[in-house]
């Protein structure tokens, strides 16, 4: 490979929260591991791989000129979105009038919920849930309602239509959150699915607001479906967000953007997002995402991919072959995989506290899947070099899977 993915940095001391945040938040993040362990970091949607090349360099030519004062963010920002939209997604519709900033994508959903709900509405999601999600609507005022993805006999997450419409029904949703791909599962949505849900939210008249933040991280034999892309409806009733910092590792900069064709609504968010005068870009990370979104840029997240993709099925194979009674997907996009565990906790009369506790004490790392709505659940980031995963899953055999008194 022409970029280094095997390198495992030393991130301690280095504004690192998957490392020096173990044990800050209790019941949250993972504690400490027992002295004789390092933490392997498994629990934050954080990767911990060298940034790309290309991005550093865009930093490192801004860098020459010794000013940083206000500024607006330039056309060559704008239309390399739309190129690198052309180029991953095929999407040709796309323009600079349709792209709006947006410090988070979490605040961006608020933005457009505010627009589109009263405070106190119910707003549909998939369980498992991305914790950001339960927090953040919770936060302002939003009703979670959870309608539960099926793990159908093929051993993938698929959503449940009559429940969705069930609820829709009952708690008289007007607005959906749609994760795609999603986290915690990897699933990576086709295209009939994308349409079957739309076509449910047509019928009810329910807006849409889709977290594609993971929509670069996408495995061979998969393809990422823009959700404003597959019907018309879709397309004018859709608020989707999107980062380069999933994709290049870039949290820690700040810098996301929506895509929203439909005037009334996009002006209506952009409006929103601009109350607290406070929704502005920071330079480094305009020119970090012209860095990443460039040609350069893409040759190292196609590497990056094949990486991600020899971890997570590593993972899911090790799993399936080796801890009968846990349920799992195999990942086709995203850098997560999620672990059910509850035929396991059950067979063996343990809990899923019992073996959180049991992989953190041991340095793995893996968050706890009640966050997610989850009671059975471990979310596991699989964004380290590949010589962690192996040496993770060979505690996971020696310490908790494969221990006596769990036989």
Request: aromatic letters at 14%; a negative charge.
């Amino acid at each position: 490979m022409q970029f280094d993915f095997e390198t495992i940095l030393d991130r301690h001391g280095k504004d690192a929260l998957a490392v020096d945040g173990l044990g800050a938040v209790p019941n949250f993040t993972p504690a400490p591991p027992e002295k004789d362990f390092d933490s392997i970091p498994m629990w934050v949607a954080d990767m911990s791989f060298k940034t790309a090349p290309a991005i550093i360099d865009a930093l490192s030519r801004r860098l020459q000129h010794p000013l940083f004062g206000y500024f607006s963010l330039s056309e060559e920002y704008f239309q390399s979105i739309i190129n690198w939209h052309k180029r991953r997604n095929d999407i040709q519709d796309l323009k600079a009038e349709h792209i709006g900033y947006e410090n988070g994508v979490l605040g961006g959903i608020i933005s457009a919920l505010n627009v589109l709900c009263s405070k106190g509405d119910n707003v549909l999601v998939h369980s498992p849930t991305y914790i950001g999600f339960k927090m953040t609507l919770e936060n302002n005022g939003y009703k979670l309602i959870h309608s539960p993805l099926i793990f159908d006999e093929d051993k993938i997450w698929r959503m449940d239509f009559a429940d969705m419409e069930r609820k829709i029904v009952e708690n008289k949703i007007h607005a959906a959150i749609f994760c795609s791909p999603h986290n915690p599962c990897g699933r990576v949505w086709e295209r009939w699915e994308i349409e079957q849900a739309m076509n449910l939210f047509k019928k009810y008249e329910v807006f849409v607001i889709s977290d594609e933040i993971w929509s670069d991280l996408i495995f061979s034999g998969k393809k990422h479906i823009p959700t404003q892309q597959v019907n018309e409806y879709a397309h004018e009733h859709t608020a989707a967000f999107y980062a380069p910092s999933k994709t290049f590792n870039l949290a820690g900069l700040v810098g996301s953007y929506h895509v929203i064709y439909n005037r009334w609504l996009r002006e209506r968010v952009e409006k929103e997002s601009s109350l607290t005068h406070y929704n502005a870009a920071n330079v480094f990370s305009m020119h970090a995402l012209i860095g990443g979104y460039s040609a350069e840029g893409e040759n190292w997240l196609n590497e990056l991919n094949q990486v991600l993709e020899k971890n997570t099925s590593y993972a899911y194979d090790h799993i399936q072959k080796n801890y009968h009674g846990v349920k799992v997907c195999k990942p086709e996009g995203t850098y997560m995989i999620f672990l059910d565990c509850e035929e396991f906790c059950k067979e063996k009369n343990i809990s899923q506290e019992e073996i959180l506790k049991l992989g953190w004490a041991k340095g793995v790392t893996w968050h706890d899947g009640k966050l997610f709505n989850s009671p059975y659940g471990l979310r596991m980031s699989l964004a380290i070099p590949f010589r962690q995963v192996q040496e993770a899953f060979n505690r996971m055999d020696k310490f908790i899977f494969g221990l006596e008194f769990l036989k």
